[in-house]
Nanobody
Framework: QVQLVESGGGSVQAGGSLRLSCAASGYTANSNHMGWFRHAPGKEREAVACINTFSRNTFYADSVKGRFTISQDNAKNTVYLQMTRLNAEDTATYYC???????????????????WGPGTQVTVST
């Protein structure tokens, strides 16, 4: 069982930056991937980025490539999402997730993940 909690959300102006954190606790040995997703009102949940926790290979949605960076700190059991050049379309509740059991498909597909945090709100004003 893995527990996840996000932090670092807030309100920023367009063009600004935020760094989100996802702290993991419990049994994390089988957490091969950590992912960031977001859900905005009127839109479906969508993938943002994910990282293979062993190889540290990263994957990004086209909408955030070049602006967002996912990274991890194994000593702290924490995954980060550094967001830059934020715009209004980035406004959403951001969730982190991990694949507690093996799953098929793309690592950018929410179906790939089984454990989720409660989310943190990001609001970008113009």
């Amino acid at each position: 069982q893995v527990q996840l909690v996000e932090s670092g959300g807030g309100s920023v102006q367009a063009g600004g930056s935020l760094r989100l954190s996802c702290a993991a606790s419990g049994y994390t040995a089988n957490s091969n991937h950590m992912g960031w997703f977001r859900h905005a009102p009127g839109k479906e949940r969508e993938a943002v980025a994910c990282i293979n926790t062993f190889s540290r290979n990263t994957f990004y949605a086209d909408s955030v490539k070049g602006r967002f960076t996912i990274s991890q700190d194994n000593a702290k059991n924490t995954v980060y999402l550094q967001m830059t050049r934020l715009n209004a379309e980035d406004t959403a509740t951001y969730y982190c997730a991990t694949d507690a059991i093996p799953a098929g498909g793309s690592v950018l597909d929410p179906y790939y993940y089984q454990s989720w945090g409660p989310g943190t709100q990001v609001t970008v004003s113009t």
